[in-house]
């Protein structure tokens, strides 16, 4: 494994199955590079991977007559050069699983990769809060998770019309094991769970992972300004551009173990029964 000392590229992605404090991470971030000040659509990161505009901006290709496998075969390439002359580090939140196109090429273009930084959470947690983001029900979001064709942004017909290219996540499991395989570049795992329970030490490691260079003041100083309860009362108050318009909140608990309250019996089962292997692996059984 290679490590953020040896990679010459300047984009960490922020990657994640979906509800694993991704956001989170990046209003952290926020913090940090203003000292404390946060407004949560206008976090100061560079954007999604899936992102058409980006796309089209670096392109004179008309984007919405493509299929996905021709996004995904053209992606990394439109990445690298956009920012292969890059000065600064570049943050990008990433939901896709790391695979490979249809030429055998990873999606996530190592060359101008620094690292990346893998959120997980408990998939017990990640199935209540990956419902009320879908505005769905608890079965929907279990058999999204639990689909080895789970997704977000699913092309329709021969349209690709959402404002993102299709997320090809896999299940839950692969989507984890997808991003733990990765050779190309370094990649730093950080639990939601010790976000929550060892928040300092949490937030610092993964600083210094990155290569920035901030006080222990300056880090404490983020994740206070970035606390769950801030996020919230401020979609509460101005709304969050990257709710559904249909969810009536992004920022719902931010807690662990809702799923003990959540689920039913045959819920958990199902979750389990698919992936307990890799949930041990974390420590969530």
Same mark, same amino acid.
């Given at each position: 494994m290679k490590t953020t000392t040896e990679q010459?590229?300047? #984009?960490?992605?922020?990657?994640?199955?979906?509800?694993?404090?991704n956001t989170w991470y990046r209003a952290f971030l926020t913090a940090l590079f203003s000292e404390g000040k946060i407004h949560i659509n206008d976090l100061a990161t560079d954007g999604i991977f899936s992102s058409r505009l980006f796309f089209n901006c670096?392109?004179?290709? @008309? !984007?919405?007559?493509?299929? =996905? *496998?021709? #996004?995904?075969?053209?992606?990394?390439?439109v990445f690298q050069f956009a920012f292969k002359n890059l000065? +600064?580090?570049?943050?990008i939140k990433v939901h896709d699983a790391y695979a490979y196109n249809v030429k055998g090429n990873p999606i996530i273009p190592g060359e101008i990769t620094k690292a990346a930084i893998y959120f997980i959470r408990n998939p017990l947690?990640? &199935?209540?809060?990956?419902? %009320? /983001?879908? =505005?769905?029900n608890m079965q929907h979001?279990?058999?999204?998770?639990?689909? &080895?064709?789970?997704?977000?942004?699913i092309q329709s017909g %021969?349209?690709?019309?959402?404002?993102?290219?299709?997320? /090809?996540?896999?299940? *839950?499991?692969? /989507? #984890?094991?997808? *991003?733990?395989? #990765?050779? =190309?570049?370094?990649v730093h795992i950080v639990r939601y769970?010790?976000?929550?329970?060892?928040?300092? @030490?949490?937030?610092r490691e993964s600083v210094e992972f990155a290569g920035l260079k901030? !006080?222990? =003041? $300056?880090?404490?100083?983020?994740?206070? $300004?970035?606390?769950?309860?801030?996020?919230?009362?401020? @979609?509460?108050?101005?709304?969050?551009? +990257?709710?559904?318009?249909? %969810? %009536?909140?992004?920022?719902?608990k931010g807690t662990k173990d809702n799923w003990k309250v959540e689920l039913t019996e045959l819920e958990i089962e199902l979750i389990k029964k698919e992936h307990g292997n890799t949930m041990r692996l974390f420590k969530y059984i």
């Open positions: 010459s590229g300047k #984009v960490i992605w922020l990657a994640s199955y979906p509800k694993s404090g670096y392109t004179d290709i @008309e !984007s919405t007559d493509l299929y =996905d *496998w021709e #996004v995904k075969s053209m992606i990394s390439d000065d +600064e580090l570049k943050m947690d990640v &199935a209540g809060s990956f419902a %009320n /983001h879908l =505005d769905s979001a279990i058999d999204l998770m639990n689909s &080895a064709d789970g997704g977000l942004a %021969n349209l690709n019309l959402n404002n993102q290219f299709h997320q /090809h996540m896999s299940t *839950w499991s692969r /989507h #984890v094991k997808s *991003w733990l395989s #990765v050779r =190309d570049f370094p769970e010790d976000m929550l329970n060892f928040p300092f @030490e949490t937030f901030y !006080s222990d =003041d $300056a880090i404490r100083r983020a994740i206070e $300004a970035s606390s769950f309860d801030k996020l919230r009362n401020q @979609e509460q108050e101005k709304g969050f551009n +990257e709710k559904l318009k249909s %969810n %009536n909140s992004f920022f719902r």
